[in-house]
């Protein structure tokens, strides 16, 4: 069975500042994808950015990009220029090749953007 | 076009009673997966039904049930309700949930029992 860790429960950043939010998962399988899903406070899920583990380039989305590393099993985002409207839980998740398969989340990061 | 759109948002239930949750996903989307999120547990993934076949189930008790019409939209369903089933319970669609394609979440359906 595969497993997502966030071990920052929370995280805080100043506003147009940098902010790293970590991301380990165990897995035997070689073929898989990881995302990071962000959920605003009483709003829906959207997802942020997604890695397809067999492309080694990190995937990047304007002011978000992920450090990829699947010998270590970590997948970290990196939110460049934050904002107040980044403000929400992030989810780390993982998803096996193949059909029907569910994501696996992480239990989340708590962000807070300060102004 | 219109997103996941889940009913009803919000609503109380005593222990013991059943409860039905529905979801009407993206058009076109013909996968609708469920998941139950919790402070303690996070978010678990309860079942997900493509073509009107149930084709993955989390670990979840019976009590734990769901459909899918021809339309695609879904129903999940508990019966006989205990304090632990307050949660919010998220419904995605998708085209076919799997092999890397995004899932489309809907804001949820926050159920309290009591």
């Known amino acids: 069975a595969q497993t997502v860790t966030q071990s920052q429960p929370e995280m805080s950043v100043q506003e147009a500042e940098t902010v790293t939010l970590s991301c380990t998962y165990d897995t035997s399988e070689n073929n898989y994808y990881l995302f990071w899903y962000k959920q605003p406070p009483s709003r829906q899920m959207i997802l942020v950015i997604r890695?397809?583990?067999?492309?080694?380039q990190n995937a990047t989305e304007n002011r978000f990009s992920v450090n990829f590393q699947k010998a270590a099993k970590s997948f970290s985002l990196k939110i460049s220029d934050s904002q107040l409207g980044d403000t929400a839980m992030y989810f780390c998740?993982?998803?096996?090749?193949?059909?029907?398969?569910?994501?696996?989340f992480g239990k989340g990061t708590r962000l807070s953007v300060i102004a | 076009k219109a997103g996941v759109t889940q009913t009803p948002r919000y609503l109380i239930k005593t222990r013991g009673q059943q409860v039905t949750l529905s979801c009407s996903p993206i058009?076109?989307?013909?996968?609708v997966s469920w998941y139950q999120q919790t402070p303690g547990q996070g978010l678990q993934f309860l079942f997900e039904y493509f073509s009107e076949t149930q084709r993955n189930k989390g670990n979840f008790p019976g009590r734990f049930s769901g459909r899918q019409f021809s339309n695609s939209r879904s129903e999940m369903n508990v019966s006989t309700l205990e304090l632990g089933d307050s949660a919010l319970y998220l419904c995605a669609s998708s085209l076919e949930q799997g092999l890397g394609g995004e899932l489309f979440f809907g804001e949820g359906s926050r159920l309290t029992v009591l």
């Open positions: 998740a993982f998803m096996k090749h193949d059909y029907h398969t569910p994501l696996v």
């Open positions: 058009s076109g989307h013909r996968s």
């Open positions: 890695q397809e583990a067999y492309k080694q």
